[in-house]
């Protein structure tokens, strides 16, 4: 296992190059893969982080609310403190993967406790 090299930037100069309009996914992505962040619950998490794929108590059959953001994920999770969601990872995503998958996403849209208007991005079968 390698380690996961992400590019930051100040978020002002970030905005400029964002869509204007339309559907989109803001993620840190290059030709190959996209990043994605998930909590999971220790023994899934741990399993996952230790040997570099999932398998263990992860089940394949369940559905799975990946962030594209790290501090939305941190903030959804409860700062890792919310039952389950103890374990955050960065998912790395084969882009042909995570391409496959697009015409599959679904968005949620709400608020979160405190009135702020939040997106969720799921993927259906």
Same mark, same amino acid.
């Not at 296992?1 to 964002?18: H, P, S």
């Not at 882009?95 to 015409?103: G, H, N, Q, V």
């Not at 709400?110 to 991005?121: I, K, L, N, Q």
């Given at each position: 296992?390698?380690?996961?090299?992400?590019?930051?930037?100040?978020?002002? !100069?970030?905005?400029?190059?964002?869509? @204007?309009? @339309?559907?989109? #996914?803001?993620?840190?992505?290059?030709? !190959? +893969? #996209?990043?994605?962040?998930?909590?999971?619950?220790?023994? #899934?998490?741990?399993?996952?982080?230790?040997?570099?794929?999932?398998?263990?108590?992860? *089940?394949?059959?369940?559905? *799975? $609310?990946?962030?594209?953001?790290?501090? $939305?994920?941190?903030?959804? *999770?409860? $700062?890792? %403190?919310? +039952?389950?969601?103890?374990?955050?990872?960065? #998912?790395?995503?084969?882009?042909?993967?995570? !391409? *496959?998958?697009?015409?599959?996403?679904? %968005?949620?849209? @709400?608020? !979160?406790?405190?009135?702020?208007?939040?997106? @969720?991005?799921?993927?259906?079968?």
């Amino acid at each position: 296992m390698g380690n996961v090299n992400l590019r930051t930037e100040r978020y002002a !100069d970030q905005v400029k190059r964002w869509p @204007g309009s @339309g559907r989109h #996914i803001l993620a840190p992505w290059d030709g !190959d +893969s #996209i990043v994605v962040y998930q909590a999971y619950r220790p023994r #899934i998490g741990h399993f996952a982080a230790a040997r570099g794929y999932f398998g263990g108590e992860y *089940s394949f059959n369940r559905m *799975s $609310w990946a962030k594209p953001n790290f501090l $939305w994920m941190m903030c959804r *999770s409860g $700062w890792g %403190t919310k +039952s389950g969601q103890e374990v955050t990872l960065v #998912i790395l995503l084969k882009r042909a993967f995570f !391409d *496959s998958l697009a015409p599959r996403i679904n %968005t949620t849209k @709400g608020f !979160d406790r405190v009135g702020r208007r939040v997106v @969720g991005v799921r993927v259906t079968r």
